[in-house]
């Protein structure tokens, strides 16, 4: 595919989404429906963030662990309603080799019975608390419709889940690390979320509450980026776990649980790309430049790349032989934040170019301004990239006062978000998804209701976030 086959995005934004990850080599198709190969770039992003979000985490105290894949299915259904939310997209195993199993196993769609499994054997007593686990793995969830990133049946994920001796210190923890993930993808991934809690309808399965990162891509649709669960003594109560406390009296602790995945990855593509392809955030990115070496520059290139590795700029070189055009167009699709072009002819003038991937905007440098100004240009390019997402989100998101307003939104714009009021009850909910295909997306913190419910016209408790989403 050249860069030409890209499909324009205000054509075909589906259609267009696909082409990026395919031409800019994040990911490759199998012929499992779901599966998708991760390639190096796609990889390199993910590690990235690993890096920076597991940093994260063992600061504010956790340690890594890892549990199994297969969980029985006497254990999965320990919790009925937990296992209900996620019993249509379980993928089962029944045969060991050419054995039929005495009893089925799925492939862990998400591990909260696992860790209360062995939680029950390691706490005692209070002085075992809290306990703070962290996962990095796959997990399975047999979608009908999938994506690259998006939606896929093997996913690549972070689980946390935390143990703790009282109510208060487990709610701590669920918002402490929900503002562990809202740094990370605003500072990070430069991405304008909109946070709070899910209603009672959307949270997760099994939890007293839910609180949601909300990514607004670039057609308005929105793409939940990460959650974090406060479950109260649900799971701790189906599993027996117990633990003696200060007084000698046996209690039951208080657990979290918060995760994120790949679908950040999908997240950057659609709310940063264009379509000359990928445009990464600095901070993100694994590699912050690109240099293009032009003609014969072999004594200029290597004290450039020595340069660049003393100051920790990570780089890589496109020496191919292929024409300049073809390179650059190529490091657009791929997204490195800066393209340095080092040509024979600027050199002998000693000129280097610097292009901007997020601007395209060309800036000449004498060779020893290199370095500075690049640093200059990625701390700048990360605030720009956020500003500009953040005005284009804030454009898309709109108000509605009654149901006729409501509707006037609903169907003439595809995308965005929409602020209402909401008396609380799902009937309201179940009827905006029946009318237009619109679902919650979170509650307003901090917005004084100043009227009736958007939908039934009775009294309003909350302000609430709805919108279409992926």
Sequence with gaps: ???????????DFAKWYTDVCKKADLVDYTNVKGSMIIRPLGYAIWEEIQKVLDK???????????????????????EKEHVKGFAPEVAWVTYGGSEKLEERMCVRPT??????????????????????YNQWCTIVRWEKTTRPFLRSREILWQEGHTMHRTAE????????????????????LALPVITGKKTEKEKFAGAEETYTLEAMMYNGYALQNGTSHYFGKHFAEAFGIKFTDKDNTLKTPYQTSWGVTTRMIGAIIMTHGDDHGL??????????????????????????????????????????????????????????????????????????????????EKI?????????????????????????????????????????????????????????????????????????GIKSRCLIENEEVTGPCTVCGKEAKTRLYIGRQY
């Design 169 to 188: 210190e487990a709610k701590e923890e669920t918002l402490k690390m929900f503002d562990v993930y809202k740094d990370l993808q605003v500072n990070y």
């Design 279 to 360: 445009v990464l955030p600095p901070r993100i990115a694994p590699f912050k430049t690109i240099i293009i070496p032009i003609g014969d520059v072999s004594e200029k290139l290597e004290e450039l790349k020595q340069n660049l590795k003393e100051n920790e700029i990570t780089f890589k070189v496109d020496d191919r032989d292929k024409t300049p055009g073809f390179r650059f167009a190529d490091a657009e699709v791929k997204g490195y934040p800066i393209r340095i072009e080092l040509g024979k002819r600027d050199l002998e003038n000693n000129i280097v170019t610097l292009v901007r991937r997020d601007t395209l």
């Design 56 to 78: 994260k985490i063992k600061e504010t105290g956790h340690e890594n662990v890892q549990m199994p894949m297969f969980i029985p299915e006497s254990l999965l259904n320990v």
């Design 1 to 11: 595919m050249e860069v030409k086959d890209i499909t324009n995005r205000d054509v």
């Design 364 to 436: 000449q440098v004498t060779f020893e301004k290199i370095i500075p100004k690049v640093k200059e240009l990625l701390e700048t390019i990360q605030k720009d990239m956020l500003k500009r997402a953040t005005i284009r989100r804030d454009s898309m998101i709109y108000e509605a006062n009654n149901y006729d307003e409501l509707r006037e939104i609903a169907t003439t714009k595809d995308g965005g978000f929409t602020k209402i009021n909401w008396c609380g009850n799902v009937e309201c909910e179940n009827k905006i998804k029946d009318d237009f």
């Design 111 to 132: 591990s909260e019975v696992l860790f209360c499994e062995h939680y029950k054997k390691i706490i005692n007593t209070y002085r075992d608390l809290p306990i703070l």
